[in-house]
């Protein structure tokens, strides 16, 4: 796959803090790439250094082989982006919102701004105020804007911020469009993890200004190990019996028994040593993980380890 964008050590400094501290990671044609991270751990501000409207205080950004510092102009021709909230003029309609941003652009024609709008699902309302859309409405307007010059990199910074489910849905839709269809590069922003799953291919996982993963979406949900619950008794016993001969598994007591994380290969030795040991077995289920626990898992481990 082609790169597009690249970050390459990017430190930010504000004030004597280090707010984003020395990431790097790249980005593809065709691809849906997720940063992820709770609120306040650097990726709006990461965000505002791609497109240019914050400084970098040391590394450097490429954008189509553009460097960000030193070829700003050439570098941002490529993007389209929403960051935060989009700003529409609400006393024009939303056609006349395009027009007046397509003038920013060379080439933009009247056909283009249509197609544009019917890939949204605007058509309907285009010609109406933008003070009377909902907040999905204006949502779509945003990424029309966006997309008028047909940009080679799309970034939106929380995009499902205060929509419904069906608002929801409607943008993740349309983000997966636009990387199949168009190949671009969309880079999104989210603390939202199941969004996330649904919407990306790959993610970076940033955590107090530290890029501290970057995984393809499916390795990330799967993990290397599978949790199992062993439905026991003496539980107590059993659980024991686990810390023993597996002591750095995870290993808790559960509602029917205990919990174990171990690769599957393993279970038939767990059972043997519990039939040995007069530990009665009476059932065995795979119990999956949820994409928060995975989560917390690589931001421990992971955090610990760049703390390290």
Known sequence: METIVELTNVT????????????SFQVNKGEVFGFLGPNGAGKTTTIRMIVGLMGITSGDITIGGASIKSQFEEAVRHVGAIVENPEMYKFLSGYQNLVHYARMSKGITKE???????????????????KT???????????????????????????TNGLDPAGIREIRDYVRLLAREKNMAVIVSSHLLSEMEMMCDRIGIIQNGRLIDVQHMKEFVNGSEV??????????????????????????????????????????NIVKVFVQEDIKVFGIKEVAKTLEDRFLEVTAEKGAATRG
């Open 12 to 23: 930010k400094v504000i004030k004597g803090r280090t707010i984003i501290d020395d990431i």
């Open 112 to 130: 283009k701004i249509r197609e544009t709008v019917e890939l949204v699902g605007l058509t309907d309302r285009i010609n109406d105020k933008v």
């Open 133 to 159: 859309y909902s907040l999905g409405m204006r949502q779509r307007l945003g990424l029309a804007q966006c997309l008028l010059h047909d940009p080679d990199v799309l970034i939106l910074d929380e995009p």
């Open 227 to 268: 949790m199992y619950e062993l439905e026991v008794t003496p539980s107590e016993a059993a659980l024991s019996i686990l810390r023993t001969y597996y002591p750095h598994a995870s290993a808790t007591l559960s509602s029917n028994g205990v919990a174990v994380e171990l690769p599957k290969i393993e279970i038939p």
